[in-house]
């Protein structure tokens, strides 16, 4: 199993960017799927989680301005971010547990990291 994810940019406060994962590879199914973000200098943090049926959870960071969706059909995360703020820069990974089609067990996988950059 395979992330690929993308989207990630330079912005200016207050802009918007999108970032999309998506999963490949032989896959029997994908639970939950997520993105987490690193600073420079800083641990890996979550940033929020969506369930295949779509429950979702949010850092308290970013609710209200971050919405997490994913197109199942697809095996796709998105991340869409809206007013975005000096502090949302980082590294963005997505993540999803995932059932191979060759062991039937769910394993953690993790995307490459996208950049988002914000400036002031």
């Known amino acids: 199993v395979q992330l690929q994810a993308s989207g990630g940019g330079l912005v200016q406060a207050g802009g918007s960017l999108r970032l999309s994962c998506a999963a490949s590879?032989?896959?029997?199914?994908?639970?939950?799927m997520g993105w987490y973000r690193q600073a420079p200098g800083k641990q890996r943090d979550l940033v929020a989680t969506?369930?295949?049926?779509?429950?979702?959870t949010y850092a308290d960071s970013v609710k209200g301005r971050f919405t997490i969706s994913r197109d199942n059909a697809k095996n796709t995360v998105y991340l869409q971010m809206n007013s975005l703020k000096p502090e949302d820069t980082a590294v963005y990974y997505c993540?999803?547990?995932?059932?191979?089609?060759?062991?039937?067990?769910?394993?953690?996988?993790w995307g490459q990291g996208t950049l988002v950059t914000v400036s002031s």
């Open positions: 590879g032989s896959i029997f199914s994908i639970n939950a």
């Open positions: 969506i369930t295949s049926g779509g429950s979702t």
């Open positions: 993540n999803a547990r995932a059932i191979p089609e060759y062991v039937r067990l769910e394993y953690g996988y």
